[in-house]
């Protein structure tokens, strides 16, 4: 099971940027997707959620309106496009898989990508 998370970087307050999840290894469109984030001294969040069909989503209240979570099944690729950053979105944000299966939940993690917003 892989979860490669790409599109991060440094970003200026009220820039966007785009992340990416490619995924493998696992069945991707039967599963729910999310991205947290972790900034430094805080727990890991709940930023985003999609469920597998991609019709329901759900947002943290501190990015609703700003940022768009999506997914690709044919490219087994979930998205986060963030618009109008601020500093305080500044974390490591990782990808995650939720998978309900007769055996059980299976959860999977990216690895993590650092967003850093400052001028």
């Known amino acids: 099971v892989q979860l490669v998370e790409s599109g991060g970087g440094l970003a200026q307050p009220g820039g966007s940027l785009r992340l990416s999840c490619a995924t493998s290894?696992?069945?991707?469109?039967?599963?729910?997707m999310s991205w947290y984030r972790q900034a430094p001294g805080k727990e890991r969040e709940l930023v985003a959620g999609?469920?597998?069909?991609?019709?329901?989503?759900n947002y943290a209240d501190s990015v609703k309106g700003r940022f768009t979570i999506s997914r690709d099944n044919a490219k087994n690729t979930v998205y986060l496009q963030m618009n109008s950053l601020k500093p305080e979105d500044t974390a490591v944000y990782y990808c995650?898989?939720?998978?309900?299966?007769?055996?059980?939940?299976?959860?999977?993690w990216g690895q993590g990508i650092q967003v850093t917003v400052s001028s």
């Open positions: 999609i469920n597998w069909a991609g019709g329901n989503t």
């Open positions: 995650h898989a939720l998978k309900l299966s007769v055996g059980g939940p299976y959860v999977y």
């Open positions: 290894g696992f069945t991707f469109s039967r599963s729910v």
